[in-house]
């Protein structure tokens, strides 16, 4: 299974804009990249989902390049609630009923 | 309207114990995924399951795991002689559409399987 990575962890500030970025070389090609979040003890909860460019929501935004090799989640503005681990999460080209979700990147925001 | 459910919330079992965990997804959901978080670890993928058909088992760990779902609703996850290395978390998570549809998936609180 193709490996999919993140940083470990980022440090930011309240109000400050983060970008996460997601190594995934080996995504497959009709697969979409999705964006999780997750904290302690709970399931990962959606955040955002895109195929190419550019999409933002109420919460996100991710850009993705035209190679689709890498993705880079956008977060304006945190807040302390946003202190979490962040997960992408994509198919895997060499196996078409596989997925695979990133290393996970643990932000911490502080005031 | 209710979301993914799983039970037990958490299991502690003995070595060599056999273990079924459940899973109820959100209704109309066709497609049903497992994940395994180990302590401090990311998610692994273990299977996924379009209606009643996982179409690749190669994701479960050994041949000591197995999944099925029925009636393209609930699932279950078995490991049989059950061994240390198999504590984690148990997730699993439905969506409407399945992987190359990209869909939102929504997860369950998890099984937390301790193996004493």
């Known amino acids: 299974l193709a490996k999919t990575t993140q940083p470990i962890s980022m440090d930011s500030y309240e109000g400050q804009e983060v970008n996460i970025t997601c190594s995934h070389n080996n995504i497959a090609t009709n697969d979409y990249i999705t964006w999780y979040q997750q904290f302690p003890s709970q399931g990962p909860r959606f955040i955002i989902q895109g195929y190419k460019t550019k999409v933002t929501n109420e919460v996100a935004s991710l850009f993705i390049p035209a190679d689709r090799k890498s993705s880079t989640l956008s977060l304006p503005r945190v807040s302390l609630s946003d202190t979490a681990v962040y997960y992408c999460l994509v198919g895997d080209r060499g196996a078409t009923n596989k997925l695979i979700f990133g290393t996970g990147t643990l932000l911490a925001v502080q005031p | 309207g209710a979301g993914v459910s799983q039970s037990p919330s958490n299991k502690v079992t003995e070595k060599g114990k056999d273990v079924e965990l459940r899973c109820d997804p959100i209704s109309g959901h066709t497609a049903l995924y497992w994940y395994r978080q180990s302590l401090g670890q990311g998610l692994e993928f273990l299977i996924y399951f379009q209606g009643n058909s996982a179409p690749d088992k190669s994701g479960l760990p050994s041949d000591r795991f197995s999944a099925e779902r029925t009636g393209g609703s609930v699932s279950t996850l078995t490991i049989q002689r059950t061994q240390q290395e198999d504590s984690a978390v148990y997730l699993c998570?439905?969506?409407?559409?399945?992987?190359?549809?990209?869909?939102?998936?929504?997860f369950g609180p998890g099984t937390r399987l301790t193996v004493t």
């Open positions: 998570a439905s969506s409407q559409i399945g992987l190359a549809g990209g869909p939102e998936q929504y």
